[in-house]
């Protein structure tokens, strides 16, 4: 199958400080990619859609001015978590569909644990 | 909007033993996809199985068979002959037909198997 790499896969960073992350299709070109965030013991939660070439659209209640995203290339997206706080810490994972993929499929990176101190 | 449940929090299963992990889902829409997605320890989301709505046949793979009933909402997974690999979180999704690839998911099942 298709592979997405992420990373970093772990990070620590201090409050008020910015991170990123990335998400690369690493045999495929993606158009589309996927910011999902996970809390402990819950499920993924849609952020946002990452479209190459054009803004990203948010879900509601997500602040596109904390979490940018820049769809850069066709094998590359990025997510910041700006002026980070701790209840910005969660597990971070992006998805991508290949087009060369069984309709329907979407293929994840390995996700990011990012702590906020 | 499309709702996903997983009534189930946890699941335990001895092992060579068959466990069957349930899902409903609520939505307007008559063509759609379903899957179910484990997540290991290692948090890699890795998907188990796919259905079309529009196919009667449930799907299978392998050891992984879904029952999957459209009139009801309800996308069962069965696991037959578990193992301890099978233990993780198991996650229930569905995805509109056309547009985007965005998944809607259940909060999940935790199954643990027992040697």
């Known amino acids: 199958g298709a592979v997405v790499s992420q990373h970093p896969s772990r990070v620590i960073c201090k409050s008020g400080t910015s991170v990123k992350i990335e998400c690369r299709s690493l045999?495929?070109?993606?158009?589309?990619m996927f910011w999902y965030r996970q809390f402990p013991k819950q499920s993924l939660m849609l952020m946002a859609t990452?479209?190459?070439?054009?803004?990203?659209?948010?879900e509601q209640g997500v602040e596109k001015d904390k979490f940018l995203i820049n769809h850069a290339s066709l094998t590359l997206s990025t997510l910041t978590v700006t002026s980070a706080h701790p209840e910005d810490s969660s597990f971070y994972i992006c998805?991508?569909?290949?087009?060369?993929?069984?309709?329907?499929?979407?293929?994840f990176g390995q996700g990011t644990r990012l702590t906020v101190v | 909007a499309q709702t996903v449940t997983q009534s189930q929090p946890e699941m335990s299963v001895q092992e060579a033993e068959t466990v069957t992990l349930s899902c409903t889902y609520d939505t307007s829409e008559s063509d759609y996809y379903l899957f179910w997605y484990k997540q290991p320890p290692s948090r890699q989301m890795i998907l188990v199985i796919r259905?079309?709505?529009?196919?009667?046949q449930n799907a299978t793979e392998n050891r992984f068979s879904v029952n999957f009933q459209k009139a009801a909402k309800s996308f069962s997974l069965k696991i037959s002959d578990s193992q301890l690999g099978d233990a993780a979180m198991y996650f229930c999704a569905y995805r509109t037909w056309a547009g985007s690839y965005q998944l809607t998911f259940g909060k999940g099942t935790k199954l643990s198997v027992i040697p």
């Open positions: 045999d495929f070109q993606a158009t589309t």
């Open positions: 998805s991508a569909r290949s087009p060369g993929a069984e309709v329907g499929e979407a293929f």
């Open positions: 990452s479209n190459e070439g054009s803004k990203a659209t948010y």
């Open positions: 259905q079309e709505a529009y196919k009667q």
